[in-house]
């Protein structure tokens, strides 16, 4: 009987793991990797100089047909990238651009679309921003208010959106408004490419409970014009190019890579800290809790590796990748807290200042305690964003369980 | 990388779903549990003949030459229909000590025999005090010229009730728990001074107390290098480890199922209870459990051919802990799920509980597997953390 079904690393993947460690040692930035390790703000310039980098390899979108500039890696080469990368200290590259609208834009966009903006989400000239919750539609999504209608050859907008990350950063925003009112809820809906820098939007921040920087914003839309062919597919059909974006998304927020640095993190912190004289990691209760994320960190690779396999294939990633949205996040929100209690009282010290690069006044405690609550606070984020872990179970319990 | 079954495996996975559907039902197995029967002699001759028994073996033994993934297939399958036939104990216990650690000879003897079904041995190494570490081993084998004196008791021999032969681990030399001088002896059923105590667990598996009074055996019975057995046994234990896990799978499939079902039929407040959104993300939570479990199975049962003996190790002990884990929550949260229903002796459900929750407690429950993950986990050195520290001026 032959050995088909294999889980040990080929050959040219073991080739390729050296490639990429050899590529990050070189070319990632040493001071962007510290900030990210240590859990220091990032500009936008950060970010910016690691995609440089990766787009003189080619290595900017994993995922995109290398024809279309992409990387084209199998699921497996995805893998060690995120896991080798992310160890490294590598930052996440925005994912609105790369691994949003970009496989949407590959599947639906028009030629004029492709040509215009592929290039530029590739290059990190234009970053972009995902315009789909409203105040009043969060989870019911369908609902949202913000209008487009037709006015000759173009599109005027109106309305608000909300929760929108990276809106202070983005060029463009991709985003779903109602040009119908007519049938379902769903059907009346678009997907329109805005210019941020065009009159009529305007980017207010919303400042978390986690006390750090802007990250996400209320986005205000009166009266922008948006040029029809900034239109994606057809009109009426943006709830489903929405649905294909969002289980792309799922795909991609495991995190798996980050979560095994921030595991190692956790054991270097909790090698360091003390509990009656001996390290915390010796803590049998402590250690039970690390061992058990730890087991729980595997099984989550493990099944992004089966998911990742069977999208390989050709097949688009089922309701399945829910499963790790759900997963990925948890598991997240786990290591912040195991960090965070790894210090004891000192994450009380509340000292974001003390974060930034050229500060020179006091810190308190050791400096790996400085972000963890912060970072704890701010994490809660993720099983809320993407489709909460609500909606998640509602669609794997209707779509897969037939519930 | 590659998830995907070859032609060869997908016919294996069918062949053993159509037969055990076919021939083992679960009225079947209560009747017989019912009845004190250790296993079916029928059931145990039809996987003789499809050449299940064999897969794991050499062919040059009459085997199939098969891998950690068939036997995984296999199990899944036996998992699926509650089987309590001592597949484990003959095939993948004995049968693997006998295959990775016997002379050639003895091979050609013992093999055969059990891949034509006619041949039923356990492995008798548990011992009462020994908890879930393998090698706390106090029976001891005493020379006697030529043979060997063995004394000591070993406890739940997993379908020992059936055996005619036991593989018995005895101490040749060196204290209770050392890794040195565990020695390996095949022992007769039919022994003068060899007692025994017949009882079943509360799955439904029967097993064996064994009271070694000085049973007497020759040279001929030894398996192995004398007091070199310790890695054999742990690698044995592995396969069975990895075994048990997809075992857990196919238990955990066939419970999901039940309850999708039973949700989707059982009716109050006038509609099916699957209409209730807290009972629609309690069985979501099972399918999650479900699925990583599922993974993890797949990474023990393809990490045993690995040469890379720590990362085999750590893939084992996860699995087990975290199939452990999973078992137990996707088992209470099925009877949870069924109600009142739940509780009875007279629906599946309950059994197929009971075994997850037995399957956690071979060779260790998850307690015991993290124990051991974090000995080998912590080896690795912590990521070096530079942050040189800035000057500041006390104020």
Redesign the interface.
Known sequence: ??????????SE?KKFESDVKKFVAENLPKDVA?KV??HRPLEKQDVGRWQSALHKQGWVAPNWPTELGGAQWS??QQHIFDVVSS?AGAPRLSPFGINMIGPVLIEFGSDFQKERFLPKILSGEEWWCQGYSEPGSGSDLASLRTTGELHGDKYIVNGQKTWTTQAQWADVMFCLVRTGQSGKKQDGISMLLIDMHHPGVEVRPIITIDGGGQEINEVWLQDVEVPVENLVGEEGRGWSIAKFLLSHERTNTAGVGASK?EL??L??IA?KEFLDGVPL?EDPLF??R???L???L???E??V??VA??EA?GAVPGP?AS?LK??GTEIQQELTELQMEAVGPNALPYLPMSLEEN?????VGP??ATPLASRYFNYRKVSIYGGTN?IQ??I??KR???? | ??????E??KM?KDSVDRFLEKNYSFDLRQSMIEERQTMSGEVWEGLAGLGLLG?SFPEEYGG????G??TMLIMESMGNHLVIEPYVSTVILAGGLVNKGAADWQKQIILPGIIDGSMLISFAHMEPGSRFNLERVQTVAKPDGNNWVLEGQKSIVLHGPVAEKLIVSARTSGEVEDQDGVTLFIVECDEENLGGHEYPLYDGTRALDVQLNGVRVGPESVIGQLGKAMPLISEVVDHAMAAFCAEAVGVMERTQQMT?EY??TRKQFGVPI??F?VL??R???M??TL??????A??AS??L??TDLSEKKK?IL?AK??IGRAGRAVGQEAIQLHGGMGMTQELAIGHYFKRLEAIDLMFGNS?HQ??E??KL??Q?G??E???P????KQ?
């Open positions: 009987m032959g050995e088909y079904m294999e889980i040990r690393l080929k993947d510290r390790i240590e699921a497996m160890a640095r190692a993190h054991k270097h090698a990691i250690r039970d690390i061992t058990k730890e087991i729980d595997m099984a989550l493990w099944t590796l089966r396999a069977v294939q399945e499963i759900l997963r500060w020179i006044g006091p810190t400096n790996y609500e179970k509602n794997i319990s897969v369980l037939g519930l | 990388m590659n998830f995907s079954l070859s060869e495996q294996l897969v199939f030459g098969g891998g993934i068939e999708l949700l989707k699957s209409r959104q629609q993300h069985a979501v939570d399918f999650i699925e990583q479990a599922r993974s993890m797949v990474l393809g990490s051919a690995s893939a996860a802990d975290f307690q993290r124990r993950f974090a986990s912590n690795e912590p990521v953390y530079v942050q520290r800035k000057k500041w104020i």
